[in-house]
């Protein structure tokens, strides 16, 4: 479980520059949870992200991981950052072994780990993003852009963490990919019961997959709610740069039509069964 | 060339790309065809959105269309030139200009005017022109009331309409953009392909965009779906989204609310078999559906 306590982050503080990136947070993230992290750019999802696993010291605040405090100076951070896994925006640009199977294999290795249990995990992880043993020893340069992202991912999940955290995962990806790697991440959590949280500029890839959402806007949680209650909000959402699934949208056009459909439905499937409830055609199936 | 002919802005003819893979010691493992015999030919003024799953050639293919690709077979001209000629290279350039997915990558200037002057300043343009295109530029993509600022404080939309002005002041007939919104918020996609259509309308630039958002490429005039280097479909909008299971295969997707009027025809709820592209669309063939008309309806997601 990660605590986030009255978390102040100011990036050259003491300096004309001094920026603050995100002000008095307080959050709880419990373990098992699949959690979307959204926010226009600058908001302060990334320096939020890069404090759960200690790669920046807080302003002021604190961070606590299952109880400790991961600045006091017994606390073991390398191995935080194991348990904490970020997977940044790209990961792919920091392959850089000359196999896909070496590259998973290098994070496990220096956790000191011996040869069996550094291979059965970069196996594991790999087979969990679905990489197929043909692609093992090719290099990862010469995978698709999908491919080259999986191996990147799978190499932070060849760590076994406890939370695993991604920045951004389907940018620049096509559709296929895009619904492969959440759809991947999806079941690896509800396999597992690992704690994600998804940073994404895709309401719709957020409604189809997350349970809470956490909305950030100049430095502060703005609001941390089910994504239907999320949603319903789309105006205020708008007002921040961001915005709601296509389905809210319809959803709501409908109801101002005198449609008496779901205004909570947030995916193809639900708003399709909500009109044709709405309609008195539910047993009408396609 | 027929008198009175428009000369096509865009037309490759039978354009092959191929490249050489290599092992660590330099032998050569294999070759990849990137672009596979492909003819299109775009019209002065027109909107064309490229679609297709990573690794099918988009990319390839927009970078022959200002020359940093060259064919390996085949030809590619850009407003009747061809772009294996050493001799239009600065001119196709300038005609065609390109703007990438990362803006940070993109932006060299401190404040946002100097970046924007940056190309015609090259062109050695005198000054007064410059400042006059630098004016023109910013305002015709919305950042005006940003131009003395740090690139740094811009958002990621702004950034890419930076980007954008900066290929404007070059004075183009053509912009192609490559994937321009992969890295942006929903706000910031919002005002880039806003500004990239009122380029197209106002300006009338030829804009190719190379996209994996759907909800984008619903504004263009023309949509070509690539696939293995090949164009695999060309057609309006309306057309290729109607092919929705053909577009699944390609690893495609149309948009979500195309593909719920899909659900909804296939359950007899929506009779016309026009593909719907828009809320209002969908509103205006639910309507023997819908109870009662109010005024207002709902706000669109479109931009």
Same mark, same amino acid.
Request: aromatic content about 0%.
């Given at each position: 479980m990660l605590i986030v306590d009255h978390l102040t982050h100011i990036y050259e503080? #003491? /300096?004309?520059?001094?920026? /603050?990136?995100? &002000? %008095?947070i307080n959050l709880v993230i419990p373990e098992g949870q699949f959690i979307g992290l959204i926010g226009h750019t600058g908001s302060g999802k990334s320096t939020l992200i890069q404090h759960l696993n200690g790669l920046l010291k807080p302003t002021s605040g604190s961070v606590f991981f299952h109880g400790a405090d991961i600045h006091d100076d017994d606390f073991d951070r390398k191995q935080l950052r194991s348990k904490v896994g970020l997977v940044f925006q790209y990961p792919e640009h920091q392959l850089f072994e000359v196999d896909v199977w070496s590259d998973v294999c290098f994070g496990p290795r220096n956790l000191g780990l011996d040869k069996l249990n550094v291979e059965l995990r970069a196996y594991h992880a790999l087979k969990q993003v679905g990489i197929s043993d043909e692609h093992f020893y090719q290099s990862p340069f010469d995978l698709s852009g999908g491919e080259k992202r999986r191996v990147a991912i799978a190499g932070v999940l060849a760590m076994a963490p406890e939370v695993l955290i991604l920045d951004? !995962? /389907?940018?620049? @990806?096509d559709p296929g990919g895009r619904d492969e790697i959440l759809g991947q991440i999806a079941a690896l959590q509800a396999e597992t019961g690992i704690t994600v949280v998804l940073v994404s500029h895709s309401m719709d890839d957020i409604a189809k997959h997350v349970e809470r959402i956490i909305v950030m806007r100049g430095g502060k949680i703005a609001d941390d709610d089910v994504p239907t209650a999320i949603f319903m909000k789309f105006a205020e959402l708008e007002e921040m740069g961001l915005g709601a699934p296509q389905m809210t949208y319809i959803m709501d056009a409908l109801r101002l039509r005198g449609l008496a459909v779901d205004p909570a439905a947030l995916t193809v499937t639900a708003a399709y069964n909500s009109i044709m409830k709405a309609l008195g055609m539910e047993n009408h199936h396609a | 060339m027929a008198m009175g002919c428009v000369v096509d802005i865009i037309k490759t003819k039978d354009l092959v790309y191929e490249y050489i893979r290599r092992d660590e010691e330099g032998n050569v493992e294999g070759i990849t065809r990137a672009v596979d015999e492909v003819d299109v030919a775009v019209r002065p003024g027109e909107f064309i959105a490229i679609v297709g799953h990573n690794g099918s050639g988009k990319s390839t293919l927009a970078k022959h269309i200002n020359a940093i690709c060259y064919p390996t077979e085949g030809s590619v001209f850009v407003d009747g030139k %061809? /772009?294996?000629?050493?001799? &239009?290279l600065w001119e196709i350039r300038r005609m065609a200009g390109m703007v990438f997915q990362n803006p940070d990558n993109q932006i060299i200037g401190q404040v946002v005017e100097e970046d924007v002057g940056f190309g015609p300043e090259n062109m050695g343009i005198p000054t007064a022109q410059i400042w006059e295109r630098v004016d023109e530029s910013l305002s015709a993509v919305g950042m005006t009331a940003h *131009?003395?600022?740090? !690139? #740094? *404080? @811009?958002s990621g939309g702004q950034k890419q309409r930076v980007s954008i002005a900066g290929v404007l002041a070059m004075r183009p007939k053509c912009i192609i953009l490559d994937e321009p919104t992969a890295m942006l918020d929903p706000s910031g996609r919002k005002e880039v392909i806003r500004a990239v259509r009122a380029l197209n309308d106002v300006e009338k630039i030829t804009i190719v965009l190379i996209t994996h958002y759907m909800d984008e490429a619903i504004f263009a005039d023309r949509i070509f779906v690539m696939d293995k280097g090949r164009i695999a479909m060309t057609g309006t909008p309306r057309q290729i989204f109607h092919r929705v299971e053909e577009l699944k295969q390609l690893r495609l997707d149309v948009p979500y609310v195309t593909l719920l009027a899909h659900k909804l025809r296939k359950s007899g709820v929506i009779k016309s078999d026009t593909t719907v592209l828009s809320i209002e669309e969908l509103l205006d063939s639910l309507d023997i559906a819908l109870p009662v008309k109010h005024e207002s309806v709902g706000k669109s997601v479109n931009c």
């Open positions: 503080k #003491n /300096t004309a520059m001094a920026q /603050t990136a995100i &002000h %008095d951004e !995962p /389907t940018a620049g @990806l | %061809d /772009t294996a000629d050493e001799k &239009h *131009r003395k600022k740090s !690139p #740094n *404080r @811009l």
